[in-house]
């Protein structure tokens, strides 16, 4: 299996390793994320490289794909997370997305999204893909719409009881969203 690599105008979008762990430590513990994905208890280097184990690592393993690393091209500065995931409480894979506080409201979310759901369509031959928020994350929501998601229905995660909002898109219809041209 060959690890991802997709290349936009502003960014590179390739799996995560090991050595991204003081990166996933900064984006775990940022606010937002507690608030809207929820404190995963990584409060150490060494939690942050058993969540990359245990979670992206894993799943490119098992599935082929994971959350990726989201890096500006002409730096290599990682700015956030966007990639497939597979999650058993799903009836399809679903997208999922974060950027460090400073790389929001640039557009970075939308482009790398875009990037993994062509990729998602043309290389890993998905056809339907979710996505699941808090009802409260109207940022993220915005972003779903403007990518071609419609809402689907609010639910209650069966492992805490969270309520959440899902959304899902049909990449092979002919309404789905030009996604735009990235480099494999």
Not at 2 to 15: E, F, K, M
Not at 70 to 95: F, M, N
Not at 160 to 175: C, F, H, M, R, V
């Amino acid at each position: 299996m060959q690890p991802l690599s997709l290349t936009t105008s502003r960014l590179r979008i390739t799996w995560l390793e090991l050595d991204d762990a003081a990166f996933i430590f900064r984006l775990l513990n940022d606010p937002d994320w507690i608030r809207y994905i929820g404190d995963k208890s990584v409060t150490s280097l060494d939690d942050a490289r058993a969540y990359l184990e245990g979670g992206p690592l894993n799943s490119y393993r098992e599935h082929g794909f994971g959350l990726n690393r989201i890096a500006l091209v002409d730096s290599d500065e990682p700015i956030g997370i966007c990639g497939i995931l597979s999650r058993e409480s799903l009836p399809c894979p679903d997208l999922g997305f974060a950027l460090l506080p400073e790389h929001r409201q640039q557009g970075y979310a939308l482009e790398a999204a875009r990037a993994v759901l062509q990729h998602a369509s043309h290389y890993l031959a998905l056809r339907h893909v979710a996505a699941i928020l808090s009802p409260q994350n109207r940022a993220s929501a915005n972003l779903l719409r403007k990518l071609g998601f419609r809402y689907d229905k609010r639910y209650q995660q069966k492992s805490d009881n969270t309520e959440l909002d899902s959304y899902a898109i049909d990449l092979s219809a002919p309404q789905a969203p030009n996604m735009g041209k990235i480099n494999p």
